[in-house]
Each structure stands twice: as structure tokens, then as C-alpha cells.
């Protein structure tokens, strides 16, 4: 089956650095990444969709200057949480599909813990 | 604006029981439903995908069955173990949503030996 990884799996780190996470899809072409966040007990909200050779859609309330994407090949998307605050600590998800269409599956990564002191 | 709720946020039940984890959903047009089990600190798993056209769908022990005009699923777990303990997601995707999916709260599910 198809396998999305995500690297770091936790990062802890100060406050004002930035944090680069890596969502990859292992043995397919994802066209399409999606980015999610989730705080404790809580579901997990869209912050973006990004596709490959292309800018990232945003979600209504999410900073695009502060959570910065890309997605430069089939197989990499990258989030960049910048100048990181305690208030951004949460459980950061991936999924990847290979069209941006509805019915598509999405695959989904294992997430990446971020805690920030 | 879409939305989906899941009821209830948690559940224990003993080993053995028959239980129904529900999710409804603000607007009908949907494309697709999804659920979905999280364990504590991962990611989702994928359970069963029911498409609009259809009524439900069945995977081992779990049933999810569809009623789009009442905008509700419900998931069916028999026989419930221990090891069904997590949380379960109920996830929609509309048409012309470039693949988006909207998500509940989740049913933080407990199954006691």
C-alpha cells in the first residue's frame, strides 16, 4: 500500500527558531499534500493544500508567512514553521494524493510532534 | 459552513459489547465519507470509505452505513476488544473541493478487559 513518511517524528525547540517538516510519499506520485493540525483531544483542521510546482492554498486564519510550504517534487512537501511560539506546539499530520480531486485517497502520514518552550 | 460532529466524545464500554459511534453532517452534497482510528500520538488509519452512491460498507467487525439526505453515519463496531481502543475520526469530502476533507471531533473510544 501506499506509504507517506514524515521526518522529524518530534522536535522540541525553542522559542523564535524555525522548524522544517518533511512529509514524503514513498512509493507513489503525490500530486497533491495536505497539511493538518492537531491539538490535544481535538480533530485535525486543515491549514493548507499544496501542489507540486505551485503556490500552497491556505486555509481561512492560518499565516502564511509564519507556516511556509513547498512542495517541489512529486515525492517532497515541506512545512516551515517560522519564529516558532509555545502557541504552535501541537501535532502536525500529512496526508499526500495523487490528484487534487475529490474520491482521491488520501494517505496520511504518522505526524510530527512539535513542542516549542 | 460545512461541518462535522461526532457523538459522543468518549465512550467505555466492557469487552464483548455491541456499540455505534455517530457522525452527522451540516451539508448533504457530500462526495465521499471516511472514518478513520487514531491511536494515541499517530497517525490515521484508514477504516472504511463509503461513496455518496452508496448505503454502507463493511470491514470485519465494523459497519458504517450512510444516510445522506439525514446527513448522518453512523460506525457499527461488533464484539468490541480492547484493542479497538482509540479514537475514531469521521472525515466528509465534498465536490469541488480539490480533495479536501473535513473532519470531527472524534469518539475517544475505551474498551475494558
Known amino acids: 500500500g501506499a506509504v507517506v513518511s514524515q521526518h522529524p517524528s518530534r522536535v522540541i525547540c525553542k522559542s523564535g527558531t524555525s522548524v522544517k517538516i518533511e512529509c514524503r510519499s514513498l512509493?507513489?506520485?503525490?500530486?497533491?499534500m495536505f497539511w493538518y493540525r492537531q491539538f490535544p483531544k481535538q480533530s485535525l483542521m486543515l491549514m493548507a493544500t499544496s501542489n507540486e510546482g505551485s503556490k500552497a492554498t491556505y486555509e481561512q486564519g492560518v499565516e502564511k508567512d509564519k507556516f511556509l510550504i513547498n512542495h517541489a517534487s512529486l515525492t517532497l512537501s515541506t512545512l516551515t514553521v517560522t519564529s516558532a511560539h509555545p502557541e504552535d506546539s501541537s501535532f502536525y499530520i500529512c496526508s499526500a494524493s495523487q490528484r487534487a480531486k475529490e474520491g482521491d485517497t488520501q494517505y496520511f502520514g504518522p505526524g510530527t510532534r512539535l513542542t516549542v518552550l | 459552513k460545512q461541518e462535522v460532529t461526532q457523538i459522543p466524545a468518549a465512550l467505555s464500554v466492557p469487552e464483548g459489547e455491541n456499540l455505534v459511534l455517530n457522525c452527522s453532517f451540516t451539508d448533504s452534497a457530500i462526495y465521499n465519507l471516511q472514518w478513520f482510528r487514531q491511536d494515541p500520538g499517530k497517525g490515521l488509519t484508514s477504516l472504511l470509505l463509503i461513496q455518496s452512491s452508496q448505503r454502507e460498507q463493511t470491514s470485519g467487525r465494523l459497519n458504517a452505513s450512510l444516510d445522506k439526505s439525514s446527513g448522518r453515519s453512523t460506525l457499527y463496531i461488533a464484539a468490541s476488544q480492547p484493542g479497538d481502543s482509540a479514537t475514531y475520526l469521521c472525515a466528509v469530502g465534498y465536490y469541488n473541493q480539490g480533495g479536501k476533507l473535513i473532519f470531527g471531533q472524534g469518539t475517544e473510544l475505551s474498551v475494558k478487559p
Open positions: 512509493d507513489f506520485q503525490a500530486t497533491t
